[in-house]
């Protein structure tokens, strides 16, 4: 959740006097109800409720001008001010500097506040003041922890974001400014310097002080594709490499599996009981990843689907298979609106194509409001669902024909289809250890085992559509440590070898004596006096000769 600029710094002042830090966020700018409508705040809610403190006057902060100390007691709530209605003490806590995560061994306090004057009467704001303190802990000891990390007492930083990260861990985005105190000729100044630092996504969500911009960033283009290849070639982890540095909550990972439907992927009526049977909606991961992507336009979210063909993909997308067509660049479109929003409403690069109508999914997005703003798009009961352009879908399949199902050219043409290499990239030391893992004792590294192996199924299997599909990934196993455990090779590659890829060539492949997938394995982990692991085969020979390379 971005916070207000100039909410949380030190070391900056102001030549003309004043300009210290506001110490919080409004959550809702609207009189006269003030509903909690700021993006990324329900993340931040949910984490404070999860890791909440109960009240009590052990609670201290000092709100409003003046800084009058207030406490958390049910006697003040009515008279005061301010009421403070919420608390969380988070140990798990990060500062975000550039690209890097610095861990602080301090706890952070956050707390809620509601006002009860007239003025903004009901209005709640997020509170992250360094006179908060909760008995034994105070923001001020993890802001003088934070101090220390960047560099010492005088260092002038401010933030911009915290986001919520499962619920129990929090990230503080911040700005190091410089190593020394900074002072600016007037708050407009100070603005335009800190903004020019943000990084270049987040400029735009700071139109003005102390407000946020709902507009989509127009860099955004969201990515359609489908990474395929042998099993154990990478597929999932060039996924995980490509979204190492996203927050968890801007992902969603599930796995598609013969027994997984639509109402489980998009979300279903499920009954509830708390004193009472209710049923109330509850939003698989398309709809959850499609709220968030809504309600944080500015940052970029990820669907990834895991072995996209081993369930009925067709079906599990239902009608939301339409919404993959994307609109391109110079296309708009005003449809999928009520008739009082269509010329608001004009959806353009980067949005769905085409629409559907969803009443559940749609209430889950909104709320408790009646309508939302998303850039230019009024968001309410009547308008249809579209995918959004900060919202990309990642996918892996095996191109095994031992699949379930077959994924159909129609689904295939709406993603761009990206085939992952089935070779080791030896300037990765990782990848590298794998190539030169030795299995077992034998002598023979995987990287030699492999390159043989696949020139012998591509060999045998020649002219048979399935040839490629039945090959060894790099990754098909793991090695520990350097070694590849001879259970492990047994049981994992022999057993897909005589199961699977030479089920019908096994005499050719196999040793004589080796007739059943028992004797195999127990050869191989216990080899006959006078034999060694690999006589298994019927070509260790040429296994031994084999010249191993990186390639295949």
Not at 34 to 59: E, Q, R, V
Not at 76 to 83: A, F, L, N, V
Request: net charge negative; hydrophobic share 35%.
């Amino acid at each position: 959740m971005n916070i207000d600029l100039g909410s949380l710094f030190f070391n900056a002042s102001i030549e003309t006097g004043g300009g210290t830090p506001s110490w919080g966020t409004a959550l809702g700018q609207s009189s006269p109800d003030y509903k909690l409508t700021y993006p990324g705040a329900a993340d931040i809610l949910i984490a404070m409720d999860y890791c909440y403190w109960p009240l009590s006057d052990s609670i201290s902060c000092k709100l409003g001008k003046g800084g009058k100390e207030y406490k958390a007691i049910a006697s003040q709530s009515i008279d005061s001010k301010y009421e403070i209605t919420k608390a969380a003490v988070f140990y798990d806590v990060y500062v975000k500097v550039e690209n890097r995560l610095i861990p602080v061994d301090k706890p952070f306090i956050l707390l809620v506040t509601r006002e009860n004057e007239n003025t903004h009467k009901g209005r709640r704001t997020l509170k992250y003041s360094d006179s908060t303190s909760i008995g034994e802990f105070s923001n001020k000891d993890f802001y003088d922890a934070v101090q220390v990390q960047l560099g010492g007492p005088n260092v002038c930083w401010f933030a911009y974001a915290i986001d919520a990260v499962e619920q129990s861990k929090l990230i503080i985005s911040i700005v190091k400014v410089s190593d020394t105190h900074e002072s600016y000729a007037n708050p407009e100044t100070r603005k335009r310097t800190w903004m020019s630092l943000l990084p270049t996504s987040m400029q735009a969500s700071f139109g003005t002080q102390n407000s946020f911009s709902f507009n989509i960033s127009p860099s955004y283009i969201p990515s359609q594709i489908i990474y395929y290849g042998v099993p154990g070639c990478g597929k999932s982890n060039k996924i995980r490499e490509q979204l190492k540095d996203v927050p968890e909550k801007n992902k969603v990972r599930v796995v598609f599996h013969p027994e997984y439907t639509n109402a489980e992927f998009i979300g279903q009526i499920l009954p509830k009981v708390n004193g009472r049977v209710t049923y109330e909606f509850t939003p698989g991961p398309f709809t959850q990843i499609i709220k968030r992507a809504y309600l944080n336009p500015n940052e970029q979210f990820y669907l990834v689907i895991e072995e996209i063909n081993r369930g009925n993909a067709a079906a599990i997308f239902g009608d939301t298979f339409q919404l993959l067509d994307r609109l391109k660049a110079g296309e708009t479109d005003s449809l999928g609106n009520d008739p009082a929003n269509a010329a608001a409403n004009t959806f353009t690069e980067g949005w769905s194509q085409y629409f559907v109508q969803n009443d559940d999914v749609n209430a889950y997005i909104r709320g408790t409001e009646n309508s939302i703003q998303i850039g230019n798009i009024r968001f309410d009961s009547n308008t249809a669902i579209r995918l959004p352009p900060n919202l990309s879908i990642l996918a892996t399949m095996n191109t095994s024909d031992q699949n379930v199902f077959t994924l159909d050219n129609a689904f295939q043409r709406r993603f761009d289809m990206e085939l992952v290499r089935n070779e080791f990239d030896l300037t990765k030391p990782a990848v590298k250890t794998q190539y030169e893992a030795e299995i077992d004792d034998t002598g023979i590294k995987w990287g030699q085992f492999w390159g043989w192996i696949n020139a012998k199924i591509t060999a045998t299997l020649k002219g048979l559509s399935s040839t490629e599909d039945k090959r060894l990934g790099v990754w098909f196993v793991s090695n520990v440590g350097g070694i590849i455990d001879d259970k492990v090779f047994a049981e994992k590659v022999l057993k897909f070898l005589w199961d699977d890829v030479f089920k019908f060539k096994r005499p050719q492949i196999f040793a004589k004596d080796v007739d059943t997938l028992e004797k195999l394995i127990n050869f191989f982990e216990n080899p006959p006096e006078g034999k060694e692991r690999f006589d298994v085969f019927d070509g260790k020979a040429d296994l031994k000769a084999f010249e191993a390379s990186p390639t295949l």
